[in-house]
């Protein structure tokens, strides 16, 4: 049905309550018509000579929305082609309606065995669960192109009948329909080289009788089309204007000698036929969509609302390949160790307006905000930004597990990452044994998340940052420089080769000299605290009874705190008279040595930082950066800590 709202001032003849009721009943049911979808976007149609002017403004198409992802298994999912998924499935939940998965699959000759099923793995691990598709069913199935070949034929016919297309009988000029792009059209594969469209009706059932191959090819009878795109505008295409876009519509085949359909006329009767509202995907595709408009007009069909989103390029302006980045969706997933939340976060934010201008962002918060507002122009890729939105969602997803005893499994994801690549057999065995107690490897991985989740990039660079939790820090006798252990520098996992998506490799510095301004008091104070009775049996939560471990990770963070409070309650205790001692050798008179009134002299400050780098380079060989002392103190245990802090003198 196609709504033709003329500027004419003549009066339209009253209709009946009734017949009005009745004809907003059949607009309600078509679905695809202006009312339904808020506009019929700007397309101008010719009626009796007079333009038609628009109907509704596109700000009013926010109503239920059926959107869809069409992929062709002829490859896998590649960082552009989720990107453009994840942004139909917000659209479609934005608006409370119907993400749609279709299967474009009727290029059999470069289908890729497995890449219909790794697709479907992919978007359902990045959350993207279709609402009608393959495995889920719908009313408006086979969601599969290669099963709907009648209905396309059936289309086919329909043109045919009404002169908007012709069997031609050519021999192919240039590259075939079977073997190119889909978005090869029109002279790109050569047109017709005769004269087909004039065949007489005897001519062509001469040539059908004796099985002369033929392709149908599209036959417009417009000198122009106009369409709006909500990114880009009103666009216009003039067959005197030298469009490329315009020319490339004639004689365009649109089925194929096998008598399987080409991109162009499946796209346009499929999305017709599910009731697609909004087609959203890559500018690549605007040069086919004064054709796809064409042939919406041809069947006398309301076209979708279009929006076509930038393309991802490099720093130097080239589309993303394999070439030139990691684009192969399950390698980046396996490689770098990526969250959905992460990867989703971070693609929606490349090229999309974020009207909050919050980064971090789930799939529900995204979908609240979610609008149609993209940049126009190239989006370049660069990784900064996913791995600051790693870091992020890691810390979120600590910080539920630690909240909430049922939030568990929210670490698994992260464990078996770093599962995989932790090297548990090349451990010292002594350390090993100091280490793990009665703790599992998961255990232990678990509770240096809890106590660090906020440098997880990848599963191989966080590993790296943490080595010392593996290996321990070099020892080096008095005067001698030659390390006697592994080093900590050491990677836990093996270099790889250094790609776009990955940080490079941050080695950890040689134990140095630690500087301390009070070397004599601070080394006092970890002697009697690594000795104090008290934080012994604190840290030797890992030697008792497996019963006795945390059942969850609430509980795990909890003990590890209830572990490390100890010895910073002895910590305070020793440094009020450190500190009380160190005043008074400089003549100051103390009214009140309570912890309150001390914590507020340079002292008591200067002391404690000296304390915690010193006692950090025992443990880790840093002076600086990572989690707390006392807490990595709790995570070793016991008989680590205090071997690392009697074998390792101030360096």
Known sequence: MTILICSSSRVLPIRTIASIQGWIATVTQQHMTAWTRGSIESTRLISQGKRVRKVFDKSQAITPARTRFAPSPTGFLHLGSLRTAIFNYLWAKKTGGQFILRVEDTDRKRTVVGAEKRLFEDLRWAGLQWDEGPEVGGNYGPYNQSKRNDLYQYHANELLDSGHAYRCFCPASGPSADSAEPTEIGARLGGCSGDCKGLSKSDIQDRLDKKTTFVVRFQSHQDRIVWNDLVYGDIVNKADSGSKMFNSIADTVLVKSDGTPTYHLANVVDDHDMKITHV???????????????????????????????????????KLSKRNFDVDVTSLIQKYGLMPESLVNYLVLLGWSN??????KNMQDLIDVFDLKFTKGDTVVT???????????????VKEAISDPDASHRLDLLLA??????KVKD???????????NRSVDMYLQSILVIDPGTYETPRRYLNENNYFFRRAPVRSQGSTESSTVPSSDPIVSPQEPSPFEMPNKELPPPRKVDLAYPAEVEQLVDVIIDHQVVRESLSLWDGPV????????????MIAKAAQPCQDILNTLLVQKVGE?????????VDDSIPILKKTDEWKQMTVDFHKYLRSKLSGRTDGGPSTFRVMAVLGYKESRLRIREHGNA
Not at 355 to 360: E, H, L, Q, S, T
Not at 417 to 422: C, D, F, N, P, S
Not at 582 to 590: D, I, P, R, T, Y
């Open 547 to 558: 019963e006795d471990n945390p059942k969850n990770v609430k509980e795990l963070h909890d």
């Open 383 to 397: 990784t900064e930004k996913l791995f600051f939105l790693q870091r992020q969602h890691a810390m979120r997803r």
């Open 427 to 437: 451990w010292q065995p002594q350390m090993k044994a100091n280490i793990l107690g």
């Open 280 to 318: 959203i995907r890559g500018t690549e595709w605007m040069p086919s969509t004064p054709l796809h408009v064409a042939l919406y007009q041809a069947f006398q069909w309301q076209p979708p609302l279009f929006a076509h989103v930038s393309l991802l390029t490099d720093e130097g302006h080239n």
């Open 417 to 422: 990452y770093l599962r995989e690549q932790t």
């Open 355 to 360: 009207p909050d201008k919050k980064d971090v």
């Open 582 to 590: 160190v005043l008074k050798a400089k003549g100051s008179e103390l």
